[in-house]
């Protein structure tokens, strides 16, 4: 089974930029949709961006439409999340994950992101 850590979290100002990676160990990222995740304090896990094996975006959470973007590198076996124009509310802890039947599956520990006003 693939593991996943993230890693690219921190503090950040309104309306800066975060880049979060999620690398792979024990397996290849290739065969899978992936998906970043964000649990922000006292909300339930909630899906923010979704990839196909194939590089084409396939979801994207309307609260980060325009703002985040996710992109993979196969070859390098690691999926990022380009974070801009950030806003308090994106604070969360962001998990990356493989994505089965639009579910997450393998789940890395997650990183923190706080975005102060």
């Known amino acids: 089974q693939v593991q996943l850590v993230e890693s690219g979290g921190g503090l950040v100002q309104a309306g800066g930029s975060l880049r979060l990676s999620c690398a792979a160990s024990g397996g290849t990222l290739s065969p899978y949709v992936m998906g970043w995740f964000r649990q922000a304090p006292g909300k339930e896990r909630e899906p923010v961006a979704r990839?196909?094996?194939?590089?084409?975006?396939?979801y994207y959470a309307d609260s980060v439409k325009g703002r985040l973007t996710i992109y993979r590198d196969n070859a390098k076996n690691t999926v990022y999340l380009q974070m801009n124009s950030l806003k308090p509310e994106d604070k969360a802890v962001y998990y990356c994950?493989?994505?089965?039947?639009?579910?997450?599956?393998?789940w890395g520990q997650g990183t923190q992101v706080t975005v102060s006003s």
């Open positions: 994950a493989t994505v089965v039947d639009g579910q997450g599956r393998s």
């Open positions: 990839i196909n094996r194939y590089t084409i975006t396939t």
